[in-house]
């Protein structure tokens, strides 16, 4: 999570530090830096300022008030970011600074990411994408849990171990078929009646242990087809869902352009992710909860990405529970 920001140079407006919790809500007048700080978020997390002109010379130009304009950014792991701006004879350098220390912008990604990879979302920006635009980048922020292809693969292999059990049980019967019939049309050998009984002793055992063999593999085949069908149902239901998705989502960008929502700008910063399923469906629906309160507190009631984040957050409720629920269940078995 970004801690602090800092910007001297930054549109006129005199050397600022501002502290940042999870939720920020800047008011004032017109003039009073609301919307610099946000500008200064961007242009130390990106370089630039979505919407506008990339180029160093540009960005001095735009949003520096003097020959030189510096911002930066702490985040809570004690890491400080720092993109310095600065005319120099003809031409602006852009310099890139890690804790102090001159940096790659490689290298100055890269501590970004490892400091919680903050990342900007720009609201107009994101209302002018076509649907499928605005679809990727939802599950840019909350990637699905789930991977279709590889299940099915998985359905295909599990279809094809099928196909194969079924091969040895046919098999199996015909060898118990064989079996049989040598039982019935058995003819004593020549010996005594030790060594006859000790034969049929022999073919009893060997036939018992053909229909364990059987048994069992009716139960593995039983076990496999139940869970080729959960899975195979489970996608189904995923896929259902993704198009309910797109529907809705089409729906809510109409009523969005009808009401005309006001452009919001807000960081997502992601929270540390750690190697469980539950944990990471916890921090999804703790940025989808601040999400939510921040478009509310913006008036934004109506718009597309107050509607998208009910949903992912409902959907990631929903996954929690059932994941839960599952914990209990192998606890339990």
Same mark, same amino acid.
């Given at each position: 999570?970004?801690?602090?920001?800092?910007?001297?140079?930054?549109?006129?407006?005199?050397?600022?530090?501002?502290?940042?919790?999870?939720?920020?809500?800047?008011?004032?007048?017109?003039?009073?830096?609301?919307?610099?700080?946000?500008?200064?978020?961007?242009?130390?997390?990106?370089?630039?300022?979505?919407?506008?002109?990339?180029?160093?010379?540009?960005?001095?130009?735009?949003?520096?008030?003097?020959?030189?304009?510096?911002?930066?950014?702490?985040?809570?792991?004690?890491?400080?970011?720092?993109?310095?701006?600065?005319?120099?004879?003809?031409?602006?350098?852009?310099?890139?600074?890690?804790?102090?220390?001159?940096?790659?912008?490689?290298?100055?990604?890269?501590?970004?990411?490892?400091?919680?990879?903050?990342?900007?979302?720009?609201?107009?920006?994101?209302?002018?994408?076509?649907?499928?635009?605005?679809?990727?980048?939802?599950?840019?922020?909350?990637?699905?849990?789930?991977?279709?292809?590889?299940?099915?693969?998985?359905?295909?292999?599990?279809?094809?171990?099928?196909?194969?059990?079924?091969?040895?049980?046919?098999?199996?019967?015909?060898?118990?078929?064989?079996?049989?019939?040598?039982?019935?049309?058995?003819?004593?050998?020549?010996?005594?009646?030790? @060594?006859? #009984? =000790?034969?049929? &002793? !022999?073919?009893?055992? %060997?036939?018992?242990?053909?229909? +364990? /063999?059987?048994? $069992?593999?009716?139960?593995?085949?039983?076990?496999? @087809?139940? #869970? =080729?069908?959960? &899975? !195979?149902?489970?996608? %189904?239901?995923?896929?259902?869902? +993704? /198009?309910?998705? $797109?529907?809705?989502?089409?729906?809510?960008?109409?009523?969005? #352009? =009808?009401?005309?929502?006001?452009?919001?700008?807000?960081?997502?910063?992601?929270?540390?992710?750690?190697?469980?399923?539950?944990?990471?469906?916890?921090?999804?629906?703790?940025?989808?909860?601040?999400?939510?309160?921040?478009?509310?507190?913006?008036?934004?009631?109506?718009?597309?990405?107050?509607?998208?984040?009910?949903?992912?957050?409902?959907?990631?409720?929903?996954?929690?529970?059932?994941?839960?629920?599952?914990?209990?269940?192998?606890?339990?078995?």
């Amino acid at each position: 999570m970004i801690e602090n920001v800092k910007a001297d140079g930054l549109k006129g407006l005199p050397k600022f530090e501002q502290p940042l919790k999870r939720l920020n809500l800047f008011v004032g007048q017109n003039g009073s830096g609301k919307s610099a700080r946000a500008d200064a978020l961007k242009l130390a997390v990106l370089g630039y300022v979505p919407g506008t002109a990339k180029t160093n010379q540009e960005i001095l130009s735009s949003f520096g008030s003097s020959e030189k304009l510096f911002v930066e950014i702490a985040a809570n792991n004690k890491t400080t970011f720092l993109r310095r701006f600065a005319k120099e004879n003809d031409s602006v350098s852009h310099d890139c600074l890690v804790n102090h220390r001159k940096a790659t912008k490689e290298k100055y990604a890269a501590s970004l990411v490892e400091a919680g990879n903050p990342r900007i979302l720009d609201l107009s920006a994101f209302m002018s994408l076509s649907d499928q635009k605005k679809i990727d980048t939802i599950f840019s922020l909350f990637p699905p849990d789930g991977d279709f292809i590889q299940l099915d693969s998985k359905i295909e292999d599990l279809k094809s171990k099928q196909n194969n059990m079924q091969t040895e049980i046919k098999e199996t019967n015909r060898t118990i078929g064989q079996l049989n019939q040598a039982r019935t049309e058995i003819n004593l050998p020549s010996g005594t009646l030790g @060594e006859i #009984k =000790a034969e049929i &002793e !022999k073919t009893e055992i %060997e036939l018992k242990e053909a229909k +364990k /063999a059987l048994e $069992e593999a009716r139960i593995e085949i039983a076990r496999e @087809e139940a #869970k =080729a069908k959960a &899975e !195979k149902e489970a996608l %189904e239901k995923a896929a259902m869902e +993704k /198009a309910k998705h $797109e529907s809705e989502l089409k729906k809510a960008e109409e009523k969005a #352009k =009808a009401q005309q929502p006001i452009p919001f700008v807000s960081t997502v910063i992601p929270e540390s992710i750690t190697n469980t399923n539950c944990n990471v469906t916890l921090s999804a629906i703790s940025s989808l909860e601040f999400i939510i309160e921040a478009l509310k507190a913006s008036e934004c009631t109506a718009c597309a990405a107050l509607l998208i984040a009910k949903r992912e957050l409902k959907k990631h409720q929903n996954q929690l529970q059932s994941q839960k629920q599952l914990e209990r269940r192998t606890a339990n078995g």
